[in-house]
């Protein structure tokens, strides 16, 4: 079993700081967000081979994969010109992804909105009509470069649904897009009681093209899902794990919404729904 975490889901330190914490815990892989582990430039134009180098030798000297380059953005700014810088950044770190050892940069698709806000203007066809443009402007880069641009959906962005998702791949058509599948993300305070038939779904839809899976949990609260840590809520792990251990053996396990002091228990805890899991026919 695979597991890693989110490297800002650690608290904010020096690099070799960083990568010896999460040595320390056993894991074997992260999600690294550049500007949230460090306080150094790591905005568009800062990125070389030699930073590169430097932070994936440090992992790599511990034995544990950078298996994503989180590079989350509005890839459907409303502001062209922000959108643009937005996709030059995540281009950017496509160019350098080798030097970091990493083969997937990822990120949602984003909001029509500037801000965080989320409308069900999103579901409509003219914003996946624009993710289909950026994303295939990021994977053209990235098949320049061998690399895989990694898409996470989610209830709130243009990709809202399994549906939608296998819709993007078959629209993109290239390997070098590749699914980030966060089951939560799929959920709402309408459908989480149907999470067998919901995963079930994805994983028909899709599972060829899941690259990474990620691991979080939520709780009920004011009639709506809020992020807890994994294994500390209702999220049906029996079957996702049932769901993922055969389709995807050693897939890169990457948790996230799980800080300290629950992060040992959460390790724990899936590696014992792994271990029991039986495998998807």
């Given at each position: ?11 904010k330190?020096?690099?070799?700081e960083?990568?010896q914490e999460i040595?320390?815990?056993g894991?074997t ?15 568009l ?8 180098y430097k932070?994936g030798?440090a ?7 950078i298996?994503v380059l989180?590079?989350y953005?509005n890839m459907?700014?409303p502001?062209?010109d922000?959108?643009?810088k937005?996709?030059e950044r995540f281009k950017e770190?496509?160019?350098?992804a080798r030097d970091?050892g990493?083969s997937?940069?990822?990120?949602e698709t984003g909001?029509?909105n500037?801000?965080i806000?989320?409308t069900?203007?999103n579901?409509?066809?003219?914003p996946?009509?624009?993710v289909v443009?950026?994303v295939r402007e990021?994977?053209n ?10 898409i996470?959906g989610g209830?709130n962005?243009p990709?809202y649904?399994?549906k ?7 629209t993109i058509d ?14 709402t305070?309408?459908?989480y009681?149907?999470?067998e038939?919901?995963?079930?779904e ?10 990474i899976l990620h691991?979080?949990d939520?709780?009920v ?6 992020p807890t840590?994994v ?11 049932r769901?993922i251990?055969?389709k995807k ?8 919404e799980t ?11 899936l590696?014992d729904?792994y271990?029991?899991a039986r495998?998807?026919?």
């Amino acid at each position: 079993m695979n597991i890693g975490i989110r490297a800002h889901d650690l608290k904010k330190r020096p690099l070799e700081e960083l990568v010896q914490e999460i040595s320390n815990k056993g894991l074997t892989s992260v999600q690294l967000a550049l500007g949230k582990s460090f306080d150094f430039d790591t905005g568009l134009g800062s990125l070389s081979p030699g930073m590169a180098y430097k932070i994936g030798t440090a992992f790599r000297n511990h034995n544990i994969q950078i298996a994503v380059l989180g590079c989350y953005i509005n890839m459907i700014h409303p502001d062209q010109d922000e959108r643009r810088k937005a996709l030059e950044r995540f281009k950017e770190h496509i160019r350098y992804a080798r030097d970091f050892g990493c083969s997937i940069v990822g990120t949602e698709t984003g909001n029509v909105n500037a801000d965080i806000v989320y409308t069900v203007e999103n579901f409509k066809e003219e914003p996946f009509q624009q993710v289909v443009s950026s994303v295939r402007e990021l994977v053209n880069e990235a098949e320049k470069f061998g690399v895989i641009v990694g898409i996470e959906g989610g209830v709130n962005h243009p990709i809202y649904s399994p549906k939608v998702m296998k819709r993007l791949l078959d629209t993109i058509d290239s390997n070098n897009l590749q699914v980030i599948f966060d089951p939560v993300n799929f959920l709402t305070i309408e459908n989480y009681l149907q999470q067998e038939e919901i995963f079930t779904e994805a994983i028909e839809l899709f599972g060829d093209r899941i690259a990474i899976l990620h691991a979080k949990d939520f709780i009920v609260e004011d009639n709506q899902l809020k992020p807890t840590a994994v294994g500390k809520g209702l999220l049906d792990y029996d079957v996702v794990i049932r769901l993922i251990k055969s389709k995807k053996p050693f897939v890169n396990i990457l948790m996230e919404e799980t800080t300290e002091p629950f992060i040992e228990e959460s390790i724990e805890f899936l590696r014992d729904k792994y271990k029991s899991a039986r495998d998807f026919v």
